[in-house]
């Protein structure tokens, strides 16, 4: 590969002792390292993980659109119908703290 030619390049500059031992290894290191965060810079990177997200995405509304029917046929309160309660609660705690707080004026 790519890296392994770099390495082999750059190693006849290092010296045959315990010191350069641990040169190779921090050029291994350090060769590997650009390779791999090169790889997140590639087009076919952007490509697989927009086409990851997608399926994840997709799973996602599959799962939630399963859970609906399963929730309504057992005659329970669907997500969306839970989360226009906790707007509509939200909303009632908010107008009671103005209530309140005008009271306390007047």
């Known amino acids: 590969t790519g890296a392994q030619k770099e390495v082999s390049s750059r190693i006849t500059k290092i010296p045959q002792n ?17 390779n791999f965060t090169g790889l997140f810079d590639s ?16 799973l996602l509304k599959r799962w939630n659109a399963i859970t609906d029917v399963m929730l309504k046929s057992a005659n329970l309160p669907t997500k969306e119908e839970i989360e226009e309660i906790y707007e509509e609660l939200h909303n009632l705690k908010n ?11 007047a």
């Open 18 to 34: 315990e010191e350069g031992l641990e040169a190779y290894k921090r050029v291994w290191i350090d060769i590997f390292e650009n």
């Open 43 to 58: 087009k076919k990177f952007s490509e697989n993980y927009n086409s990851l997200i997608s399926t994840e995405l997709d």
């Open 95 to 105: 107008r009671i703290s103005k209530l309140e707080s005008s009271k306390k004026k």
